[in-house]
Structure formats: C-alpha cells, structure tokens
C-alpha cells in the first residue's frame, strides 16, 4: 500500500468510527423500537362492506376462504354467487391470526374517501377533506419513511388502487414535515396493464452504456443552462437503480398483457374482476420487490348501491383474493413468515335499504347516512404463529384508525412517531 | 528605520501587492437565452406540446387520452414522463432527420432543433457546444438529441 492510499484509507476509517451516519431523513438512526414482523400487507376490504354479511353471515357465509362455518347461502341469492376454485389454503384465514368483530370508522362523513384517508392517516377526518388535493395529515407511508433509514426508500412502500380516480392522491400528505418526499410508490395496476396502455406506451429507447452517458452528459448541460428553480411535482422520487427495475418490470407485466398471458391467470371459471386483478397486480409486485410496506384496496362490492345479489358476489370474489394473496406472500422468499397482513373494509354500509331493486328481489345499500351500521367493520390481523395470536376472536371496540398505530408498531417505529395518532395498537392481536 | 521610510515603504507593499493584473479577457460565455419561459406546463399541456413539436398537429384525443392515462396510473411521474417521451420518438410515423441529413449542415439542425422545442435561437456557445458534440459523439442521432431537449428542465416550461 502506498503512502497516500495508506492515509486517504486510514482517514475514511478515523472518520467512519468518530462521525455517526445522518440520515438523509435528519435523523441519526434508524427507527428504535424491535420489529414483530419486517412486512405488512395492509388489504382495505374496501367499497363498503357491513358486518352483517361479512361476519355476521346474515346471507350465509358468504367469505369461506376468510372465515370459519360453512353456513349455506340464501337460497335467494345463491345463483347469483360465481363459483370459485378452492381455497388455496389449507384452513381460514381466520385461523392464522386474530378477528376482530367490533371495529368502528367512529368519525366522519361514511364516504369511501373519507374511510380511506382514515384507515391510511390514523386520523379522524370530517366533511372538509377535500376530494382534490393529498390530505392534511401524514399518511402510513410517510410515517414509515421518515422513521426508517434510507434504506427504506421508496421501493418498499407501495399503494396500489383500484382506480386512478382520487386514490392516487393517498400516497402522501401535504403536511410540511412530510409529503412527497415520504410518499409511497403508487400504482392503479387495472388501467396502467390496461390494453391501451400497454400496447401503445413502451419504454424502448435503450441506451448502451457508452450512449446513456453521454445522454446523461447532455442532459446535464442542457440542465445547467436553465437558471430556473426546479419546482416540479414530481411526483414520489425513486433512485436510478429502483426505477430501472421498476421499468423492468412494468415492461414484463406490459408484455405480458400483449401477449395474453394475463387473461385470467388464476383460472377464475366466471372470469376475473377488477378486484382480483388488482390483488394480481399486487401479488406480482410483492414477488418482484418484496416490499415492506404494501396497502391494496378493492373496491367491487360497492356494486351494492345497486345491486344487492352482486354485492355478495364481490364479497364472494374479494374472499377468495385475499386469501389468493396470503398464499402467494407465504411462498415468497423474504416474505414468508416475516409479514403480517391486515385486512379491514373502510366503512360499513346503512342499514336500511334504498329503492333499487335486483334480480333476487333484494334491495340495494348506500352507505351514505352515517347510521351505526355504516360504521360497524371488521378487521382481520394474519401473521406467522409465534408473532400473532391464531384463531382469536377479539370483540373489543377498536376504530379504524388503529391500523396505523398498528403499522406503526409492528414495523419499529410506533415510539418515533412525533405526531398525536388517536388510535391504540390492536395490542391483542400480538403474541 | 525612521517613521517615514516605514510608511514609504509600507505603501509601496501595498500598491505591489495589490496590483491588478491585466487579463485580455473574451468576457464570461454564460449563455442565459432561456426564452424568457416562466410558466411550468401543466401535464396535459406538456404531452400535448410535446405530442405538437414532434408531430406537427394535434394530439388525437384517444392518444391524449392513453397518455394522460398512464400519467395519473403511477406515482413517479418522471418516469412516466420519460416512458411517454421514449414512445413519442419510437413512432413508426415519426419523420426524424436522417444522420446524413444531420451531418450536412449540423447547424442548421441544431438551430431547428432549439427553435422546435425551446422556441428559440441557441446562443452561440450553445450552437459551437452541440457543434462539437455531433462532430464528436459520431453514433449521436436525431432520436437521441431530441430526447435529451424533451426531458431537460427548459422544456418544461413556457
């Protein structure tokens, strides 16, 4: 070794035991509290689901992937529930964990927005939440940036929507401590696999190695001739390494659909919904990047404002999905046995009926009137025997919003959380 | 050493010292043509611009349509913006300058090229710049130069 390595390298090694890392976060350190589990599937049942055909099996049980018994479907209805193949698993999902039966979505106006903002921000919302703009106040995913390491980037938190219609706005906050610089990746899988999309935008320009450097020298000084302060809303920030592994695997899926290979991957007799599709979507992603954070939501059964038989349908459908997840999170690796997942409808639906009328004679549901019913949910904890509490049944009252605290506390970081969350950790779920 | 000879002495350090030297300068070559833009497109505005410049005509609703799609479909926007650029200039029915065309009066198409996109004239040092660029980086394409014009910060504004 020579006499100038020698120093610059004995320099790095004085300097690396005397000066601690500073996050870019502005933190020293990463998140202090142990982990239960290094990843959570958080699954909003969503679109307005009532414990009284969900867990209560007031039509009979009509999620038999999810829950225990096997009371038959009203007869009423029973033609109209799509059959789906078995189980992928060998029992409940009930059993690899703890139910908890008396769930409330407390405050706020019972919209899909509203119970959304709340399950993901931990916070009571009212009728000022505006449709248009991020909310007010932090969401999961910034509450697990900011009190994590970097090596927590953007890569392992994932949103993915059903629709792209106002959901994407749920990947960050506008709160001045957080925002977009904590966000989630955010991604509606059905219209960006789309046909459209994926036949007509490519990401084809490949540069060699030689070429992208000088494409980067380029741009660089075109860059450097602009005085302008760069303002943009960018949207989430993802590394050069992770967004070339994300275009990777955008052109697979994107392939994949032009060349049929999504047509109904799971052998769906009556053919896939959007809701199925959409935990597809999540599942290959999860294979490909093995997040820690992950927040799906499905959204079919609020079919229900018009049709009640339907409504159990998707019931029936988003059931046999969930459980379609655990199983491929539980044949993962990096996943396996290290992710807890949630499951939890937004809000519930009224009690009384509106006037449209289905096939079966049944009525329809809003959920609009903000009675106890539409507030009443459930709320399902999985995880690895040993991390969770199986086959429990919990009938405390919990909310909502306790799922972020919950987050919060099985991913380390419950303590480092500085801003006030109203929700109390689902404590019982946890062995 | 008597009082004065110091303060002689003294200011003859100074006015040594501080001398200016004479520098034949050109003058600093800082191109500031930004073409006065100010105004950040909007996302619609820059595929539509965007799908303009390139094409010469309006985009087709249904390719607007596709495009705002994707955009609103993922949170990374730059990478979306990028991907929509990119199918831009892969276009069957894209006329691109050939490189023969390119090589026989680079200038000429430099100057189009900062008129198409940046609605300006390049300032000098940008044209002697791009100049060398084409002369050097012989495998450089019409495809390539437009990309880097289409996701620099200028081209973002208006």
Redesign the interface.
């Known amino acids: 070794m020579d006499r100038r390595s020698f120093i610059k390298k004995s320099a790095l090694g004085a300097a690396s035991i005397a000066v601690p890392t500073i996050l870019p976060s502005g933190r020293l350190f990463a998140a202090t509290g142990s982990r239960r589990a290094n990843h959570v599937v958080f699954c909003l049942f969503s679109g307005g689901v009532r414990n009284l055909e969900s867990v209560l099996k007031n039509e009979g049980n009509l999620m038999p992937s999810m829950l225990k018994g096997n009371s038959s479907i009203s007869i009423d209805i029973a033609g109209s529930i799509n059959s789906m193949p078995s189980s992928p698993l060998s029992k409940t999902l009930q059993e690899y964990g703890t139910l908890f039966t008396n769930i409330k979505f407390s405050d706020g106006p019972t919209g899909h927005f509203n119970g959304h903002t709340s399950a993901l921000t931990g916070q009571h919302t009212n009728s000022n939440l505006s449709l248009r703009t991020n909310p007010p106040m932090p969401t999961v995913f910034e509450l697990y940036r900011k009190h994590n390491s970097p090596v927590h980037a953007?890569r392992n938190a994932w949103?993915i929507s059903h629709s792209?219609n106002l959901y994407?706005l749920l990947?960050h906050s506008s709160h001045p401590d957080y925002g977009l610089n904590y966000?989630?990746?955010?991604?509606?899988?059905n219209?960006?696999f789309?046909w459209?999309?994926s036949t007509?935008?490519?990401?084809?320009?490949e540069?060699t190695d030689d070429?992208a450097s000088?494409?980067k020298d380029?741009?660089a000084?075109?860059?450097s001739?602009?005085?302008?302060t760069?303002?943009?809303?960018?949207?989430?920030?993802?590394n050069a390494d992770d967004?070339e592994e994300?275009?990777a695997w955008?052109t697979e899926m994107q392939n994949k659909r032009v060349t049929g290979q999504l047509n109904n991957p799971w052998s769906i007799p009556s053919l896939m919904s959007g809701d199925q599709y959409n935990v597809f979507f999540t599942e290959e992603l999860i294979k490909k990047f093995q997040p820690e954070l992950t927040v799906v939501n499905l959204f079919n059964v609020d079919v229900a404002h018009e049709n009640f038989s339907e409504y159990c349908n998707a019931l029936n459908r988003a059931d046999y999905a969930v459980a379609h997840l655990w199983d491929t999170i539980q044949s993962t690796p990096g996943m396996k046995d290290d992710t807890v997942l949630i499951i939890m409808p937004e809000i519930g639906r009224n009690l009384n009926a509106n006037n449209i009328i289905d096939q079966n004679g049944r009525a329809a549901l809003d959920h609009t009137n903000g009675d106890p019913m539409s507030r009443d949910v459930f709320c399902m904890v999985i995880g690895p025997d040993g991390v969770v509490n199986h086959n429990a049944v919990n009938t405390d009252l919990g909310a909502t919003v306790d799922v972020v605290p919950t987050i919060a506390d099985i991913l380390g970081f419950r303590q480092d959380v500085d801003i006030s969350l109203p929700g109390n950790v689902l404590q019982s779920a946890f062995v | 050493m008597s009082t004065v000879r110091f303060y002689i002495a003294l200011v003859a350090l100074v006015f040594a010292s501080c001398h200016n030297e004479v520098v034949y300068d050109v003058g600093r070559l800082e191109?500031?043509n930004?073409g006065n833009?100010?105004e950040?497109k909007d996302d619609l505005q820059f595929m539509s611009i965007a799908y303009r410049d390139l094409f010469g005509e309006e985009v087709p609703p249904d390719?607007l349509s596709?495009?705002r799609?994707?955009y609103?479909?993922?949170?990374?926007?730059?990478?979306?913006i990028?991907?929509?650029v990119?199918?831009m200039?892969?276009s069957p029915d894209l006329d691109l300058p050939s490189d023969s065309a390119i090589a026989a009066d680079r200038s000429a198409f430099i100057s189009d090229t900062y008129g198409k996109f940046l609605l300006r004239d390049p300032s000098d040092f940008?044209s002697a710049?791009w100049e060398s660029?084409l002369i050097e980086?012989m495998?450089?394409t019409a495809?390539?130069?437009y990309?880097?014009?289409m996701?620099?910060?200028?081209y973002?504004?208006y």
Not at chain 1, 183 to 189: D, K, R, T, V, Y
Not at chain 1, 200 to 205: A, C
Not at chain 2, 72 to 80: A, M, N, R, Y
Not at chain 2, 151 to 154: N, V
């Open positions: 953007a949103w792209n994407p990947n966000a989630a990746n955010q991604i509606a899988p219209p960006f789309g459209d999309v007509n935008l490519r990401h084809e320009l540069f070429k000088t494409i380029l741009q000084y075109m860059d001739n602009f005085k302008k760069y303002s943009l809303n960018s949207g989430v920030v993802n967004r994300m275009v955008m | 191109p500031s930004q833009k100010t950040l390719v596709t495009m799609k994707a609103i479909s993922f949170g990374d926007k730059e990478l979306i990028d991907e929509i990119q199918t200039l892969v940008e710049f660029q980086q495998d450089l495809k390539d130069v990309y880097v014009f996701t620099c910060k200028e973002k504004y």
